[in-house]
C-alpha cells in the first residue's frame, strides 16, 4: 500500500518552544493530507484539512495560529505547534490518500512530550 | 451525541472466541464504512472497509445496517495478536475525504 511518513516519531520540548512535525506521502502525491490529535485512551480528533497550495482548513476549536499548516508540496505537509505547553503533549498523526474517498494512510504519528 | 459511538471495552475473551463489536453512527448521510486497527501507541491501519452487503476477510466478517445506523465486526476464533482497538470508522464526505473516527473498542485475547 501507500507509504506516509512521519517525523519525528518522538519530541520532547520546553515550554514555550515550537515544535515541527512532517508529513511526507513517499510514493504518491497528496493534494489533501489530515492532521490527528489523539489523547491517550480517546479516539483521533481531526484537528484540520490541510490543502496544497492554499491554507488548510481547521476544525472548531483548533486555534489555526497556535498550530500552524503549510502544505507546500504534493508530497510535504507540516504541522507546527508554537509555543507549546504541556497540555499539548499529545500523539499527532496525519494521514493521506491516493483517491478522493479512498482508503486513509496514516503516518507513524508523533509523539510530543512537553514540559 | 457523538457522530459514531463505540464501546470502550475492554473486550476480554479468550483464544479461539468469538467476539463481536457494534457501532452507531448518526448521519444518515454517511456513505462509506470502516473498521481500522489500532495497537498501543501505533497509527491505525485499514482492518477492512464495509459494504452493504457484508464482506469477510478471513476471520473477520463486517456488516451495516443502514437502516439502523450500526456497523458490526465479527472476529472468529480470536488470536492473541488480535489484541488491539477497533475504531469504527465514518465518512460523510463533508469536505472531501474526511474521516470520523469512534472512540475505538478495546479487545484483549488471553490465553
Known amino acids: 500500500g501507500a507509504v506516509v511518513s512521519q517525523h519525528p516519531s518522538w519530541v520532547i520540548c520546553k515550554s514555550g518552544t515550537s515544535v515541527k512535525i512532517e508529513c511526507r506521502s513517499l510514493?504518491?502525491?497528496?493534494?489533501?493530507m489530515f492532521w490527528y490529535r489523539q489523547f491517550p485512551k480517546q479516539s483521533l480528533m481531526l484537528m484540520a484539512t490541510?490543502?496544497?497550495?492554499?491554507?488548510?482548513?481547521?476544525e472548531q476549536g483548533v486555534e489555526k495560529d497556535k498550530f500552524l499548516i503549510n502544505h507546500a508540496s504534493l508530497t510535504l505537509s507540516t504541522l507546527t505547534v508554537t509555543s507549546a505547553h504541556p497540555e499539548d503533549s499529545s500523539f499527532y498523526i496525519c494521514?493521506?490518500?491516493?483517491?478522493?474517498?479512498?482508503?486513509?494512510?496514516f503516518g507513524e504519528g508523533s509523539r510530543l512530550t512537553v514540559l | 451525541r457523538k457522530e459514531v459511538e463505540q464501546d470502550p471495552g475492554p473486550f476480554n475473551v479468550p483464544e479461539g472466541a468469538t467476539v463481536a463489536f457494534n457501532c452507531t453512527y448518526s448521519?444518515?448521510?454517511?456513505?462509506?464504512f470502516f473498521w481500522y486497527r489500532q495497537d498501543c501507541r501505533k497509527e491505525p491501519k485499514l482492518l477492512m472497509s464495509v459494504y452493504s452487503s457484508g464482506n469477510e476477510d478471513g476471520r473477520f466478517t463486517a456488516q451495516l445496517n443502514r437502516a439502523s445506523q450500526y456497523i458490526s465486526l465479527l472476529i472468529r476464533d480470536s488470536k492473541l495478536s488480535d489484541s488491539a482497538t477497533y475504531l469504527c470508522?465514518?465518512?460523510?464526505?463533508?469536505?472531501?475525504?474526511?474521516?470520523?473516527f469512534g472512540g475505538g473498542t478495546r479487545l484483549m485475547v488471553k490465553p
Open positions: 510514493d504518491f502525491q497528496a493534494t489533501t
Open positions: 448521519n444518515s448521510a454517511s456513505q462509506s
Open positions: 470508522v465514518v465518512n460523510t464526505f463533508r469536505t472531501g475525504n474526511m474521516l470520523t
Open positions: 494521514s493521506a490518500s491516493v483517491t478522493s474517498g479512498g482508503e486513509l494512510f
Open positions: 490541510s490543502n496544497e497550495g492554499s491554507k488548510a482548513t481547521y
